[in-house]
């Protein structure tokens, strides 16, 4: 019996780092997260080797994969490739069938999109070529404070008197958060400050597409329960939030290989 | 989805017609140069100001400096000229046009002469400079600041609209004996300037061609709504080279009689852009991306064409009364209406002129999808697309995405969130058919 179920992969090849998600009957067996680094092909090839080690399978027992992100083109192995909003979208609908909001805070942009109840895009919007609107501009702000990622949302959280920036521009946020610094300011309160002017860029692009609950949010974002507060208070809503949010598009795709649907 | 590689800046073009528009762009800049040799006049001058057919009848050689921009972008010989701009003191938030002008104006004077390995043999040194106040502020503006670099005289003329809820009967003629006076204004600075005066029947002789160029065009648009698409947007972005750039001359009326007869034979023989037409796409607005026009090619690479485009054919074929009998007078006639065009229609549904268009093209021309095209330093084409999308959508579903970047400046671009972007919105529409 066990020879007759099928398994595909998902290979989400990001500019952070690259994620693998196994699934069989969208029932998610196996997840593998790595830095991207200087080869995405290598990373990819990697991850992907590691979910099958880890369900005790071989390549060829694979009946579909697809890959997507910002370096999707650069898949060594043969795949379908499926942009990641897509993918983010059915990932999103698998996990919280309520969803009809998905956003995704990734190292690059910000993606957020309407979804229909099948999981299907509506319409969608990327935050612009801007390090502010990324998760990027947590990585420039942790780096001056000397915070490590993992703990940027346990501390901010720990904030009473969030700093108010007076830019949305990361490169003039990392001068001001140094002025910050010298004034006295404490790291908590800086990150706060940094969630906040990140869910007002983020709470414009959800508006634009006509917000409706339920809101998920993905991607390395949804790590930071600081950002996932300062999010759900700009908008008024509550927000979900998946169990591994950084390989939930890599799980999108698992599913859509299984699906295989017309795109 | 399976993605190609693309190296190229300009697109495949669909039309026979649109592969020649490369040499009018070329005649243009050689025009101009050959006429500063043989001693004529000069000028710098900004498309779509309404009073091309007045310079033509002054014979004088026109030099659209926004050209000139958008043909430095598409040969990536921008970045120096941007860079001397912004060196100057010009911020880069300032329209790229414009910057592109400027730097080129001001390395020429740095070195004496055109830059070496300028497109086209770059711009002669103007005898004047005709702005105008027509789309934006930096048209009326740039060419007073070239008189940092050119000791040349400039004119710049108004050219007005009313807003859309004015009474147009009751403002009208207010609006057109102001624009006949601004014409007037132009006119007489030309005349001091070349020291001839301005004949009214060789007027009308301009605006006869550059009329009858303009419903051919007109009627090229209307066949587009044939399936499949016999011409693509980045074929228009092409051929407005003849309407925008020699309008009141026989070449503009002789290219676009070809264009038609090209168009209406694929047409009738159903040839379309490409073999599959999955997806007819509509640009909605924003200048084009002159520094990656393959875009529209890998549109088309997953079966998306752009049968129809707002910009860079601003306006249908207005008739002007036929008791207008003088020239000037017809200009501002002309002009006014095609402002108004479409109030009428506006004030009846969603309040907007431009959203009334927009409709009227999905619905004639089967439209799947609107793209839009922001561009960082064009305000007048860029602020507003968002609320066009906005009110679009109360009447009609189908998906719209709006792609930024600037029209010349490649530093606002980013290929990698256009390919993200492209695929995704692709992915809708066949959602949506699949729906």
Known sequence: MKDYIKYYAGVDIGSVSIKAALVSNRRLIATKLVASGASYKDAAQKVLYSVLVQAGLDAERLSGIVVTGLGSESAPFPARQISDISCQAMGCHYLFPSARTVINIGGQFTKVAKITPQGRVVDFLMSEKCAAGSGRFLQVIARILHVTLENIGPLSLQSREPVEFSTNCAVFAESETVSRIAEGARAEDILAGVHRAMAIKVAMLVKGVKMEPDVVLMGGGGEDAGLVLAIGEALGTRILVPEQPRVSTAYGAACLAELDLAL | MEQKEQTKTTAVKGTDMARKVRGLVKNIYRSAHEAKAQGKKVAYMMVSSQYDEIIRAMDVVPIPTENYAGLCAAKREMDRFLLKAEADGYSQVLCSYARIGLGFDSLRKELGGIPEGAPDGGMPTPDMMLGSSAVCDPRYKWFQAAGRYLDVPTYSIDVVWPPVDA?????????????????????????????????????????????????????????????????????????????????????????????????????????????????????????????????????????????????????????????????????????????????????????????????????????????????????????????????????????????????????????????????????????????
């Not at chain 2, 579903?397 to 256009?418: F, G, H, K, N, T």
């Open chain 2, 167 to 435: 009474d147009l009967k009751a403002v009208r003629d207010h609006y057109i004996q102001y624009q006949k006076e601004q014409f007037q204004g132009l006119i007489s600075f030309m005349e001091q300037q070349t020291g001839k005066k301005l004949n009214k029947e060789r007027l009308w002789e301009t605006i006869r061609l550059s009329d009858e160029a303009w419903r051919l065009w007109y009627e090229i648009d209307r066949m587009r709504v044939a399936i499949p698409s016999p011409m693509p947007a980045q074929d228009h972005f092409s051929v407005m080279v003849a309407g925008y750039y020699y309008p009141g001359m026989q070449e503009a009326v002789d290219f676009y009689q070809s264009l038609y007869d090209e168009v209406k034979y694929k047409v009738e023989n159903k040839i379309g852009v490409i073999p599959d037409e999955k997806y007819r796409i509509l640009y909605g607005g924003g200048l084009p991306p002159w520094h990656t026009l393959w875009i529209f090619n890998y549109f088309e690479s997953f079966g998306a064409v752009f049968a129809i485009e707002r910009q860079y054919r601003a306006y249908d074929p207005v008739e002007v009364p036929s008791s207008v009998k003088d020239p000037v007078e017809f200009l501002a006639w002309r002009s006014f209406l095609r402002a108004t065009q479409f109030y009428e229609k506006a004030r009846a549904n969603s309040g907007n002129p431009t959203v009334e268009r927009l409709l009227g093209m999905i619905d004639r021309y089967a439209i799947d999808g609107v793209v839009f095209h922001a561009c960082r330093s064009c305000r007048a084409t860029t602020i507003g697309q968002v609320h066009y999308k906005n009110i679009l959508g109360r009447y009609t579903d189908i998906p719209m995405m709006q792609l930024v970047s600037d029209m010349v400046d490649l530093r606002d671009y980013s290929e990698a969130q256009w390919k993200a972007q492209i695929g995704a919105f692709i992915e809708t529409l066949a959602g949506r058919s699949a729906r």
